[in-house]
C-alpha cells in the first residue's frame, strides 16, 4: 500500500504531500485533486495546499490510513485546531468582555446587548483575516462589525461597500451616532463622489472610514490594442475601473454589506462586475474581509449560492465551484444537446458524514445567531396563508395564458414570448386581471388579492380611522401598487406612505419618520425589493404580502422591517396566495429552499424549525 506523507512548510505557509511511485498512482492524484486550493508543484514533484485545518480534514478523508503525517504538520494542527474550535465556540457565545471598546467607543459599549457584546469579540478575534456576519436581520450586524474592528484596534483604510439606500442611512448614521471615528462617504454626482475620495485620500488620520455604493467598484472593459473590446475569454484583456482611486491604496478592511448582492453570482468562473472588481481590491499585509448578510445565499437563495461569498473571504481555499459542490451537494450530469455534451445540476445537501464535515467546516467561518435565540422576550412571527378565489376575468385569463401563450385583452394582445415571459404574466394574473392601454400592460383593478387585503383592513378599523393597527402591504409589482392597491386605498379615503425603487433618500427617511411615529398614516406601502433593505417599520403590527418572491431571504429581509428587537410585540405575516395558480408553485418551491437554508445555517447548530401558519379561505 502506497504511503502518502504530509507536512507543514512554515516559509511557504502551505501544506505539503507527496508518495513514492505506486501503482494505483492515478487514484492518489484523483484523490490530490479534491483537496481545496490542491496545486502539483513540478519542480519538487510534491502537492501543495493551503494550510488550513479544513484540508488537513480533507487530506484524511481523501487518504485515510494511507496518510503518514509528519512532526511539523502535527504541530501545526494541534496549534491551529484549537483556533479553530475556540473560534467556532466564540460564534455560539452569549456574552463577552471587550477591553478596547469602552475606551475608543463608549457610546456604542454602553448600548451594546450581551450578545452583541459576543459577536463584537467574534469579530475582533477574525477567523484567517475573515468572516461572514450571517446574524438574522435586525439583530444589529453594523454595529458588531464596527464594535469588532474598534475592539481589534484595527488601524488604517476601512472600505465598506454597501447598496445606495444603506450609504447615508445606516453607515454614515450609525458610524456618527456611536463613535467618534473619521468617516467619508462617497454618494451623490460623479463629481461628489470623487471629491470625497479625493478628501478621503488626503486625510492623514490613523484610522479613516470610507462608505461606497457598490456600484463604484465595478470593472470597465477598455478595448486592447487590437481594437476589440477585451472580455473574460479573450487574450490581451486589459481592466479599467469606474473609479481607480479605489484600487490606488492598500485597505485593512474591506467589508461588503448585503454581501449576497455582489457575491451570490461569484464564482471562479462567473460574476458581476462589481462583485470583480470587490475581488481585485489591494490589501495591506495583515488585511481584513467580512461579508455581512442575514441572508447570504445570493440570486435565487439556494445554498450552494454561499460559494461566491466563501470564495471571496477565502480564495486560497474556496477555489473551484464544482469541487466544493461535488464535495457538500448531490450532483448529476445529464446530457445536453445533440453533441453530447454534459451539464452539472445539484439536487441537495449531502447527508451523512459529507454533511458534517460541510457544517463543521462553516462553524469558526460564520456568524450566526437568531432572535428565537437573543430575544427571549420578542414573540415569534405568526404567518397567515390567505387563499383567494380568482375572479372570472381572472380566470379566463390565467387559463388562456396557459393554453395559447397570449391573452386577447382590451386594447391589444397579451403576447408572452418564452418560459420566462410566461412566469412573470403568470405571476402578474394571480394578482390581478390585466388590461392593454396605449401598447402597455397595466392591471384593470379587478383583483381577488385586493378584495381580500381591504376586508383584512376594515376589521382593522383603517378604513372608518378606529383603532391604532399599522400594516404594511408590498407588492414585487409597481404596477400593481399604483394601478390597484393605491387607488383603492384612494377610492376609501385611506392615508398611505409609499415607498418604491425611485423614492428619493429625503422622501424615504420622511416617510419612515411619519410612520413610526403616533398618529398619522396607518399604511405604508411598499415595494418588496426596495423595502426590504435598511428600512425599519416596526410600528407595523401587521405584514401584508401580495406576491411572495422567489427567495426566502428577501421574503425574511420584507418581514423584518416590523420584527425587530426595537420593538417586542407580535407581528403577523399574511401571505396571499390566489387558488390554482404560479402562486402555489412559488409557495412550495421557497419552502423547500428555506428549510435548506435553515439546515445549513441554523440546524447545524441544533435549533429547531419552527413555523406555524394559519390559513384563512376567502
Sequence with gaps: MAEVKATYDEDVDRIMWKWDWSPDWQDLVSAARTVDGARFRKADKVWTAP????????????????????????????????EYVEHAEDAAATDAELVTLPTVAPRLAATLRPDQRAGVAWVAAGYRGAGLIADKPGLGKTMQLIGGLLEADVKGNILITCPKISVRNVWQRELNKWTDEVVYTARGTRAQREASLAAFLADPAERKWLIIVAEMLRVKRKENDTGVKANAKRRGRVD??????????????????????????????????????????????????????????????????????????????????????KRNFRVEEEVIGKGGKTAMKILGLKEGTDSEAFMRSLGPRILRR???????????????????????????????????????LPGGTLIANGVLAEITRAKQIANGALAMEDGQVKFSGDSCKMDALMEKLDTRGILDGSGDTKVIISSRFNAFLHGVVIPRLEKEGVEYHLLTGS????????????????????????N????????????????????????????????????????????????????????????NAVEDKRKAQFEVLDGRRGLKDVRTWIKYQD
Excluded at 484600487?247 to 454581501?259: G, K, L, Q, R
Excluded at 470587490?278 to 435565487?300: E, H, N, Q, V
Excluded at 423614492?503 to 406601502?525: H, I, L, P
Aim: glycine residues 8%; negative net charge.
Design 370 to 408: 437568531t432572535k428565537e435565540e437573543v430575544l427571549k422576550n420578542l414573540p415569534p412571527k405568526q404567518y397567515v396563508e390567505v387563499l383567494c378565489e380568482m375572479g372570472p376575468s381572472q380566470r379566463k385569463q390565467y387559463k388562456q395564458l396557459g393554453d395559447d401563450a397570449e391573452v386577447p
Design 503 to 526: 423614492t428619493s433618500d429625503k422622501a424615504r427617511d420622511a416617510a419612515m419618520d411619519s410612520f413610526q411615529n403616533e398618529g398619522g398614516a396607518r399604511v405604508f406601502v411598499l
Design 528 to 587: 418588496s425589493k426596495a423595502g426590504g433593505v435598511s428600512v425599519t417599520l416596526d410600528a407595523a403590527d401587521e405584514v401584508h404580502c401580495l406576491d411572495e418572491l422567489d427567495n426566502p431571504e428577501d421574503n425574511e429581509q420584507l418581514e423584518d422591517r416590523a420584527h425587530r428587537a426595537s420593538r417586542m410585540h407580535q407581528v403577523t405575516i399574511f401571505y396571499y396566495r390566489t387558488e390554482g395558480t404560479y402562486d402555489v408553485n412559488i409557495a
Design 51 to 82: 494550510a488550513s485545518v479544513d484540508v488537513c480534514h480533507q487530506l484524511r478523508d481523501a487518504y485515510g490510513e494511507k496518510l503518514k503525517i509528519k512532526k511539523p504538520l502535527i504541530a501545526w494542527y494541534g496549534e491551529h485546531s484549537k
Design 240 to 325: 479599467g475601473f469606474e473609479y481607480p482611486e479605489l484600487f490606488s491604496v492598500p485597505w485593512s478592511v474591506v467589508a461588503a454589506d448585503e454581501s449576497q448582492r455582489l457575491l451570490g453570482s461569484l464564482t471562479v468562473a462567473k460574476s458581476n462586475l462589481a462583485g470583480e472588481g470587490l475581488a481585485k481590491l489591494p490589501y495591506t499585509a495583515d488585511g481584513r474581509r467580512y461579508a455581512i448578510s442575514g441572508t447570504p445565499f445570493g440570486r435565487g437563495g439556494r445554498v450552494h449560492g454561499m460559494f461566491g461569498t466563501l470564495h471571496w473571504l477565502w480564495p486560497d481555499e474556496y477555489t473551484s465551484f464544482w469541487k466544493w459542490a
